[in-house]
Structures are given as structure tokens and as C-alpha cells.
């Protein structure tokens, strides 16, 4: 039983991930959110930095995504699989040395900044 439920899981999880750019901690991305208010839905973009990854190639795999708005930090965790994902953009990649990156919720300004990691390219 538990097989078949991981055989659904895998699959599932395969036909949504090919969707959404491989993005990891650090990176710059947008992320467009479908908002329903009353009968009415939306698209709302939230852009920010990756601070984590948890539950890596599984269902309940899930992305914190770090902003500062207003001079205040916001955070937001979004589900990999959520339907009200509509899309994520990958807008810079970013050059960091580890996972998850906590220290940047006590930084800000320039001490926040994350250095761009260069592309190779193939000739």
C-alpha cells in the first residue's frame, strides 16, 4: 500500500516540479500566487529572495521566500504543489555557500545583499 501511495506521490510531484525552474537558497525569484476575494481571483506577484528549501523531492516539499517592504522583512512559506501556485520566475541566481539562509533576517541594506553566481558559458 505504501508503495502505490509513493508511486502516486512521485508522479504527481514529477508533472508539477517540470513546470517550475530549479531554483535553490538564495536565488531571486517571483513568484505569482492566485488571491480569490470574494468570487473574484487574482494574480499576485511576490518577489524575494530564497532563504530555504525543506522536504526536498517530496509531496510536502515547501520555499520560504524572503522581501523587504517598507522597510519591514517579510516572509512567506509557499507549498512546491500548491494549486495557487500559478508560476515562479527565476529572476537571478544567486552565489551562497549553504542551505538555509537565516542570517539574512538580521542583516539589512547593502550587509543583506547576495552576490549574483556566474553563468558558464558553453561555446
Do not use: C, W
Not at 11 to 38: C, L, M, W, Y
Amino acid at each position: 500500500m505504501s508503495d502505490l501511495l509513493a508511486f502516486v506521490e512521485k508522479e504527481i510531484a514529477q508533472d508539477t516540479r517540470s513546470k517550475h525552474p530549479d531554483f535553490q537558497a538564495g536565488d531571486t525569484i517571483n513568484v505569482h500566487v492566485k488571491i480569490r476575494e470574494g468570487n473574484k481571483e487574482r494574480i499576485q506577484q511576490f518577489q524575494g529572495t530564497v532563504i530555504q528549501r525543506k522536504n526536498a523531492n517530496s509531496s510536502g516539499e515547501t520555499f520560504t521566500v524572503r522581501k523587504i517592504s517598507n522597510g519591514v522583512g517579510v516572509e512567506r512559506i509557499f507549498p512546491l504543489l500548491s494549486p495557487n501556485i500559478d508560476k515562479i520566475e527565476l529572476i537571478r541566481r544567486g552565489k551562497v555557500r549553504r542551505a538555509r539562509l537565516y542570517y539574512l533576517r538580521g542583516r539589512q541594506g547593502k550587509a543583506a545583499r547576495i552576490k549574483e553566481r556566474r553563468q558558464h558559458s558553453s561555446k
